[in-house]
């Protein structure tokens, strides 16, 4: 059974038509399949579906990206790779069955694989977690990632996550610091990360695996430090205006390719990743291709200063930078002039007194 969206109603009343029309048996008996009709209602589900696809809101494309059809890591995981060995467990406390981690091979080429997963059922997404990760999933990552960057292999994430499991649990055992200690790990790696948000990117349990040299989206995923309606309910104190919270928070792959926070965006069919499985699982397959090739003559050292490089240079382009060298150092210089007027207005008490008594000793002589 197809699973609809709000703004879909149309859509589903003319796919319902769609198959009454194919079926046929009949409440009257046997009847005969008017194939003409039924193109007519084709063309048209067609048309509403490219009508309205091409003029999502984020917050709809919020909807899109947490649409239970849409793939996940697993399907990826089982049609992209072969040869897949799944690792487990962290060698500490527990394993996290929301990430699904192991290596693989890629076009004869030994890959290293994290996936995280919500799971297609209720049985599979109480299994998963919802694909919300607990501190054991981030220490088995950081396990396997070190595990790779000693044997020079690839790492390709793939992130669909609303966010780190917030349970009183996962923080007594360090939630915060097994995040933070991802990122650091990420960053330090010396073989060829790839990151690809197919649905939802949320907060910092999707930061801690996006590190990377590479960050690739699908065109109707999103990726943010908060969702919409946590972001509305701390702004608002109303959860009900998460529309007006997915606008301001330029979420959406479009936006996050224009601000330089992600590096490619893949294109969905009309109607999202969900009505065309295939198409999509092309377009990644392509499109780890060409990022592995991308660094294959890079030596070690160049992929972590590609990678450190990168990050340096997010929103520093309208800031205080003199020439484009100084975008990859970790401090900014400021000219001369900003050096004065810092200065003024820190010590402008003491030059307004200092002023007084000079015109005072002027007026005195």
Not at 47 to 62: A, D, E, F, G, V
């Amino acid at each position: 059974m197809k699973n609809y969206l709000d703004f879909e109603q149309d859509i589903k009343n003319l796919e319902n038509q769609l198959e009454k029309l194919k079926d046929p048996f009949s409440q009257e008996g046997i009847s005969e399949i008017n194939t003409k009709k039924i193109q007519e209602i084709q063309n048209e589900v067609d048309k509403k579906l490219q009508s309205i696809y091409s003029n999502l809101s984020n917050w709809q494309k919020t909807q899109v990206a947490r649409h239970e059809g849409r793939p996940k890591s697993i399907f990826f995981i089982e049609n992209l790779f072969s040869n897949f060995i799944n690792l487990s467990g962290d060698r500490n406390f527990a394993d996290d069955q929301s990430v699904i981690a192991g290596f693989a091979t890629f076009e004869g080429q030994s890959i290293l694989v994290i996936g995280q997963e919500k799971g297609d059922d209720i049985d599979s997404r109480i299994k998963r977690n919802f694909g919300m990760m607990k501190p054991e999933g981030y220490r088995k990552c950081i396990r396997l990632m070190k595990l790779a960057d000693k044997f020079n292999i690839p790492i390709v994430f793939f992130v669909d996550t609303p966010g780190a499991y917030p349970g009183v649990g996962a923080e007594q055992r360090g939630q915060a610091e097994a995040i933070a200690s991802s990122i650091e790990c990420s960053m330090s790696l010396q073989v060829p990360t790839i990151t690809f948000i197919i649905g939802e990117g949320g907060s910092g349990g999707a930061v801690a695996l996006t590190s990377t040299n590479k960050i690739i989206m699908l065109e109707n995923s999103i990726y943010s430090v908060i969702s919409p309606e946590g972001c509305a309910s701390i702004l608002w104190r109303d959860p009900a205006k998460c529309l007006e919270a997915a606008e301001a928070m330029k979420l959406s792959a479009k936006d996050l390719l224009k601000h330089g926070i992600i590096d490619e965006v893949i294109t969905e069919p009309i109607g999202g990743a969900h009505r065309d499985r295939e198409n999509v699982l092309d377009k990644i397959k392509d499109s780890l291709k060409n990022s592995l090739n991308e660094f294959k003559n890079f030596s070690r050292q160049e992929i972590y200063d590609h990678r450190k490089l990168k990050f340096l240079k997010i929103g520093r382009e309208k800031g205080f930078i003199s020439s484009t060298s100084d975008q990859y150092k970790l401090t900014t210089e400021e000219n001369i002039y900003l050096k004065i007027s810092r200065f003024f207005q820190k010590n402008k008490k003491i030059i307004i007194i200092f002023l007084i008594f000079i015109l005072g000793l002027l007026f005195t002589l």
